[in-house]
């Protein structure tokens, strides 16, 4: 089954379209990568998107407007990766959506909310549309979060140590996947850790100004502003004071939480400071707080991805903080080797477009697309509505057994991200 998988994550900068051509073998189901293309939202929508998001107050007008307008950027994407990477031979769209906000209280999810209305996919693709996953989970008593965590165990299952997989999108997750060695069983485990880009993003977008050809900072492209910067201990402690950090697993959170005007308030009571210090402070406690949740689980290698791995300052402090060293084998007790998904096979800015990917084919054959232990739902449940992309929808029979690994194959889409405007 080839399957187009479509993810905009809590940084809402582009769109990314990975597809793959999935087939079971045994237990294994099998991912062959046919490429990715990313497409960045309009700088329109970006703003309206931006203007629409916690804490601001919005109307219904303005949410269904929303709602439109992104799920016809979605619909353009998955039409151009069905022409581009399958051929114009795509059985089935799977489609995250774009988070808006995610309703968290007291430790537990009450709801939660992706708009990019699917019908306008459904429509323009002719494929059926699986979406809406987060939802399901919840309903269960789940975070419905990480949900990529079933992926992340399916692919990590039997490698030595305790393999981590960790996402640097707006927020960071990580999965940890005990059970390679001796000694390291147990349930895996999936938590949000806190801000990854959110509040370096923030902080940039308000402080830097415009760049040499006078366009606004966006994001600390190649983490030039920290490189610069020096970390201001003060507003580091301060930051890491949240109770967020100290709350156990399974949780989630968002920038509901983690937004400029919390920023803005630890500022206050460090007085001004220079953009570059603000943002190699942030910079740090993205990778101090990383580290500081990998580190009780005894990881031996982290494998990353999102946006956050193309920050090299970001990735020197991870590397720093967990005491590993880049490359190489994974280490023992203390050290903790950082690597990205590109070494498995998946693309680091597109591995969760690959995994909703997996997740819609999981739900188009009936199974279960989730880890209880991972969300902290009461059991694992199938996720998502699936909108027929015509008359006589056709689900594929579901297989006598679910499969229980991942293996990446060699494929035409292992190289670069094709990009668009």
């Given at each position: 089954m080839r399957v187009v998988g479509l993810m905009s994550g809590t940084s809402y900068d582009a769109i990314d379209a990975a597809a793959a051509d999935l087939s079971l073998d045994g237990d294994?189901?099998?991912?062959?990568?046919?490429?990715?293309?990313?497409?960045?939202?309009?700088?329109?929508?970006r703003a309206d998107l931006a203007g629409a998001l916690p804490p601001a107050g919005v109307d219904l007008a303005t949410v269904c407007r929303l709602d439109t307008r992104i799920g016809r950027a979605f619909a353009?994407?998955?039409?151009?990766?069905?022409?581009?990477?399958?051929?114009?031979?795509a059985d089935l769209v799977a489609s995250h959506g774009q988070t808006v906000f995610h309703w968290a209280e007291d430790g537990r999810v009450h709801g939660t909310l992706q708009i990019g209305e699917p019908a306008w996919i459904a429509e323009a693709t002719g494929r059926p549309v699986v979406s809406g996953f987060r939802t399901r989970d919840v309903a269960a008593g789940g975070q419905g979060a990480p949900l990529v965590s079933i992926v992340d165990?399916?692919?990590?299952?039997?490698?030595?140590?305790v393999p981590v997989a960790l996402n640097l999108g707006g927020i960071g997750n990580v999965t940890v996947v005990p059970g390679g060695a001796k000694g390291t069983g147990g349930e895996p485990l999936a938590f949000d850790t806190g801000p990854a880009n959110a509040l370096i993003d923030a902080a940039v977008r308000a402080l830097a100004g415009r760049d040499a050809s006078g366009r606004p900072y966006a994001m600390d492209a190649g983490g030039a502003l920290a490189a610069r910067g020096t970390v201001?201990?003060?507003?580091?402690?301060?930051?890491?004071?949240?109770?967020?950090?100290?709350?156990?697993?399974?949780?989630?959170?968002?920038?509901?939480?983690?937004?400029l005007p919390y920023l803005r308030a630890a500022l206050e009571e460090c007085g001004p400071l220079p953009v570059e210090d603000v943002v190699a402070t942030l910079t740090r406690l993205t990778a101090r707080t990383v580290a500081d949740a990998i580190r009780p689980f005894g990881a031996t290698?982290?494998?990353?991805s999102g946006g956050g791995t193309?920050?090299?300052?970001?990735?020197?402090l991870l590397r720093e903080e967990l005491g590993g060293e880049p490359g190489g084998e994974p280490c023992g007790a203390g050290r903790?080797?950082?690597?990205?998904?590109?070494?498995?096979?998946?693309?680091?800015?597109?591995?969760?477009?690959?995994?909703?990917?997996?997740l819609g084919w999981l739900t188009a054959h009936g199974l279960p697309g989730t880890v209880p232990s991972c969300t902290g739902a009461r059991h694992a449940s199938v996720l998502g509505s699936i909108t027929p992309g015509g008359p006589g929808l056709r689900l594929p029979r579901p297989p006598a057994r679910a499969p229980g690994r991942l293996t990446v194959a060699s494929g035409p889409g292992t190289g670069r991200p094709k990009h668009a405007g």
């Open positions: 294994t189901l099998v991912l062959t990568p046919l490429g990715t293309i990313s497409t960045a939202y309009d700088d329109d929508l353009a994407a998955a039409v151009r990766a069905d022409e581009e990477l399958c051929g114009g031979r165990v399916m692919w990590l299952r039997g490698r030595p140590g201001h201990r003060p507003l580091l402690r301060r930051l890491l004071d949240d109770p967020y950090y100290a709350r156990n697993a399974p949780k989630t959170t968002g920038k509901e939480l983690f937004h290698e982290v494998i990353a193309r920050n090299p300052v970001l990735m020197g903790c080797v950082v690597r990205s998904s590109d070494e498995l096979g998946l693309p680091a800015g597109a591995k969760e477009a690959y995994a909703f990917a997996v």
